[in-house]
């Protein structure tokens, strides 16, 4: 289970030790505090301290899929240690408390704290990070993993499944030497001030502090934001490479469909012409659900095995929904009692799966019911909260893992036994969902959704979840008019994991009718696209770069570009006339080269687009359309669909024609699209699909590279490196420079 490849790590961090010294840069004012004397290498970029005693604690990096990837992390440029010797204070005096002062600078941006739907900025503000459903704000969220990016190019990791509680930015210490002078709220005319009075005096510092004996700090450095994130990952086993068939189209039935219902449906599915890779079950597969018996439920579907075996022989995959909760009617009960902790969720026992013997009883089962039979994977749903559903934070659990610390990690904890102990173990990838994660997630075949359901914080999910590990997917479930549907549904083919979720509306893609050709088209688009995705996501695994990202992951990007609404004095609404910002949030990257920026909300059929610097071009006709710019765009012009641009010299693998299920893109042609003027180079990931062989260097890449002829007239040269048998994807059938 938690890896224990240390001695190599260790080996290694002693090299480094006797090569990369700490760096001091500026002087320091902490008070009472202790200054973190100790920072050990541990890679290149990367340092850690320990304060107080972490002997007993959980870290989230202990749960994450797999060692640091020491081989990718020092093939990045060098990073030098962010912070002035002496500068980083700290607290763990009475064994039970620590806490730990961080300096800032007052030009400093923190990005990051996991995936909040609320925002990207979270400099000035006072968060919990406790694993919750999306709905308070305020850091509770379904992965709030303690780890901030700072714009100055470095990230903090609090590696810990302690509560912690953080302070960004927020309080002035009557210590610190940066505080900002006084001034008076409420002058006499007469009276110069140095400026005006500030209702939030910026602190100088992000405070976090746990309740537990002791906090692991990790420093991640790196010259851009996306090294740092690159670092980050790599440390935690690099990101995950998804099954091909992963990546298709997902659709969950209704949660109380039978089999013959889902073959109907299938049935629809191919007469309408849409394609599907996946079908969703929900609780009603089960003899019964919440709590949960992970037992077929025989009067919907009488015969498993057939039924799935059914389904794979045409292609399309099975995937379970469970919540963890135990009940008694579950043949694991009796067995699973004495190892599970002193409170129920929804009535039902809440394994302990830190114990080895409670995840072998759950492998045990889940192997004979599920996987033996062709099951590809899970959605684990209500491993968030509320605190009124989850257990309380004084619970107990047989391990002696406090019930904060269960909570906290509890997602990863499930995450991490059915990959390791049902998948790997049997050299099969999985690819599922999850309602909650943590610190360390990034090498999890594992997608978060949500209950919440604005499409702006969707958008805002997608640029988040890039900066800590995290996949999300903006599933549609519903709509109140079809152009939302419609919206909502290109939003959800251009993420990580392409679902339509009806466990409860019954939606099907083609429930909207004036969208129902234009939704097909979007789901075609990414089905054309699979090479594209597949080799963006062997980057992830490769290099930690995330599939879907931020914005300000990207090159020539203006981060900075807010919008601040000035607050206005109001002794009711606003008695500190404190200003508004609003961040763009609403554009992201897909793969390497496609920028993504969805109709959405009030923004339904017309919308901004915030180009980077250097060329953009429209995706589709390959027009040029701006430099560093921001541009409008309308649905009419790009006749329903998406609004997609490509940078300057990209190269797009897609297949000549759109398939219905994964499996038909094995062999399938290709054609490479060339965007722009840029004499570009552009890579196309193949392996076997389904194994975890290519952790072993079983696969191959096939490099495009642009030349212009004596007669300027552009030729494309292809070099294929790395395993030749490893052929996936067919021969390239077209090559279009589509700026010409
Ligand atoms: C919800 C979950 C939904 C669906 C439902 C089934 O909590 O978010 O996606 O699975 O449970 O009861």
Request: hydrophobic share 35%; net charge negative; glycine share 8%.
């Amino acid at each position: 289970m938690m890896h224990s490849d240390r001695f190599h790590l260790r080996i290694f961090q002693l090299v480094l030790v006797l090569l990369l010294p700490v760096q001091i840069t500026q002087g320091a004012d902490l008070g009472d505090l202790k200054p973190v004397e100790q920072w050990e290498p541990v890679a290149s970029g990367v340092w850690r301290a320990e304060l107080g005693k972490m002997q007993g604690e959980i870290r989230y990096s202990d749960l994450a899929a797999a060692p640091p990837r020491l081989d990718a992390l020092n093939e990045l440029p060098e990073a030098t240690f962010p912070f002035a010797g002496g500068s980083v204070g700290y607290l763990a005096e009475n064994g039970h408390q620590v806490m730990v002062r961080i300096p800032t600078s007052p030009d400093e941006t923190l990005y990051g704290f996991g995936l909040q739907l609320d925002g990207i900025k979270h400099s000035r503000k006072v968060m919990t990070l406790n694993v919750d459903h999306w709905s308070k704000g305020g850091g509770r969220t379904h992965a709030p993993v303690p780890f901030y990016i700072s714009s100055k190019g470095y990230g903090v990791f609090f590696n810990t499944s302690r509560l912690l509680k953080i302070y960004n930015q927020v309080g002035n210490r009557k210590d610190s030497l940066n505080n900002p002078s006084e001034v008076d709220r409420n002058p006499p005319e007469d009276e110069p001030q140095p400026g005006p009075w500030l209702a939030q005096p910026p602190g100088d510092s992000v405070e976090a502090q746990v309740n537990g004996p002791g906090l692991e700090l990790l420093v991640f450095s790196g010259s851009t934001i996306l090294e740092v994130v690159q670092r980050y990952n790599l440390y935690h086993g690099g990101g995950t490479l998804p099954p091909l068939w992963g990546l298709g189209f997902w659709h969950r039935v209704h949660a109380e469909f039978n089999a013959d219902q889902v073959r109907q449906e299938l049935a629809d599915f191919e007469e309408k012409n849409f394609p599907v890779a996946v079908i969703g079950l929900e609780p009603g597969w089960m003899t019964k659900s919440y709590p949960c018996t992970f037992e077929w439920q025989t009067k919907r579907f009488p015969d498993p095995e057939g039924f799935t075996r059914e389904l794979l022989n045409k292609g399309i995959r099975l995937n379970l929904w469970e919540n963890p909760y135990i009940s008694k009617n579950s043949r694991l009960y009796e067995r699973m009692f004495p190892l599970s902790g002193s409170h129920l969720v929804w009535l039902g026992i809440v394994p302990d799966y830190t114990m080895p013997e409670a995840r072998r009883l759950l492998a045990e089962q889940h192997g004979e019911d599920h996987i033996s039979i062709g099951i590809s994977g899970y959605k684990i749903d209500e491993v968030d909260g509320y605190d009124f559903w989850l257990w309380p934070d004084h619970a107990t659990f047989p391990s002696g893992v406090s019930g904060e610390a269960m909570r906290q990690s509890y997602g990863l904890l499930m995450q991490n036994m059915l990959y390791q102990d049902l998948f790997k173990q049997r050299n099969v990838r999985t690819y599922g969902l999850v309602r909650a994660a943590n610190g360390g997630a990034s090498g999890y075949p594992f997608v978060i959704y949500s209950d919440a359901y604005r499409h702006k914080e969707y958008l805002t999910g997608m640029a988040t979840s890039s900066l800590c590990g995290i996949l999300w997917t903006p599933e549609a479930r519903s709509a109140s008019n079809d152009r939302e549907w419609l919206n909502r549904m290109q939003t959800t083919c251009f993420s990580a994991l392409a679902q339509l979720n009806a466990w409860s509306s019954g939606k099907k893609p083609w429930s909207y009718d004036s969208v129902t050709d234009a939704v097909r088209e979007s789901i075609r688009l990414r089905m054309q696209l699979l090479p594209y995705l597949y080799t963006a996501f062997s980057d992830y695994y490769f290099q930690g770069i995330p599939p879907i990202r931020a914005m300000i992951l990207e090159q020539g990007f203006d981060g900075t570009a807010d919008r601040i609404v000035k607050g206005k004095l109001d002794s009711e609404t606003n008695p500190y006339a404190m200003d508004q910002r609003i961040e763009k949030t609403d554009q992201y990257m897909f793969g390497p080269s496609i920028l993504v920026a969805p109709f959405y909300e009030d923004l339904a059929t017309q919308r901004d687009v915030q180009l980077p610097a250097g060329n953009w071009y429209d995706f589709y006709s390959g027009k040029l359309v701006g430099n560093g710019e921001t541009i409008s765009v309308s649905a009419s012009d790009l006749r329903d669909r998406i609004p997609l641009f490509v940078k300057d010299g990209a190269i797009i693998p897609m297949l000549t024609q759109p398939v219905d299920r994964a499996k038909e893109a094995v062999g399938h042609p290709l054609e490479l699209r060339w965007y722009g003027e840029a004499l570009g180079q552009g890579h196309l990931y193949e392996d076997d699909t389904e194994t975890f062989d290519y952790e072993n260097g079983r696969y191959r890449r096939r490099i495009f590279k642009i030349r212009h002829g004596s007669d300027n007239v552009p030729s494309l040269e292809i070099e294929t490196m790395g395993q030749p048998d490893q052929s996936l994807f067919g021969e390239i059938n077209r090559f279009t420079p589509m700026s010409r």
